[in-house]
């Protein structure tokens, strides 16, 4: 899966640099940061991955083609022969929301430095988090297509507000896919991470379909369910996901308490072993993975109770 990236002109830590698409041959402009991410060529419109920066190469780098990457996550870039061009949708009048008064969300860090697998228990934490960022409503952004980019978050500005990346810094309101995708950020969680595309393209759209369904009957199978989603439909994805992975989460605690071999402890194990008794690497096994497993509960646990006395 493709991340979108930070993607904001006159940044003095990232300099600018240009690939050309294989296509049409337009020279198209990117931060450093965007490299693998997907964006659609601004005159042609193939879909392409930018490809890796290298200072010191003598040649442009030329994208790839890519047509089989999940369509979410478009890096935000510019075509470089017309500096000036800006969709004429991507500022919205001031006067549609206001920002004052709506709590912030707490400081938080995933759990881990490097997410490879999303699982039910990482999924969890996302979407609680993305609620929790978009559940006043002025701080929510409807999910809808704004010429080559999709909304995942605004920022304001003198004029209103402005189209951003969901990981930019000002960024205040946030479509209900910008929330989840600055989470799994938060989360640290890898762009090859294992089940990232179900997550993003198969879960949280079935999740969507589903809410419709229960408001005002199906929707056409080439229809975009997020695109129709209201404020509170798009907090009752949000609740109904976390509801699936609560259970996977208890599913998943009782398959390991099944794994265990019965009648072994850790203090059973060190007291034969010290005996000098037989210690099979099964029974070895077993028994870390349990004491393991309970530890990261518990430490979850306190992070909870400690996140939630800190908002």
Known sequence: MLNAANHWKGSETMPSFKFSCPDCDTHIEAEPSSVGCLVECPKCSEELVIPAYNPSAMSMPVAKRSKHFPGHEHAEVADSSDQTQT??????????????????VPEHEGKVAHVGVLTPAVKLDVVRWAFRRIENPAAWLPHERKGHHFTYAQRRTDQGFELVSYDHPEARKYSLLGAVLLELKIQHASLAAEGREMFLDHEIVDAARKVLAEASGEIGEGEDPLSKLDHTQSLAVLRKLEGEYLVACEHLDDMVESA????????????????????????????????????????EELEDVIKTRLS
Do not use: C, F
């Open 87 to 104: 969709p004429s949708s991507s500022v919205i009048a001031a006067s549609d929301a206001t920002l004052e008064d709506i709590p912030a």
């Open 260 to 299: 265990r071999l019965p009648g072994v402890t850790l203090t059973e194990l060190i007291q034969r072993a010290e005996k000098g008794g037989l210690v099979t690497s099964n029974e070895v096994l077993s028994v870390l993975y349990h004491e393991v497993h309970l530890l990261n509960r518990r430490v």
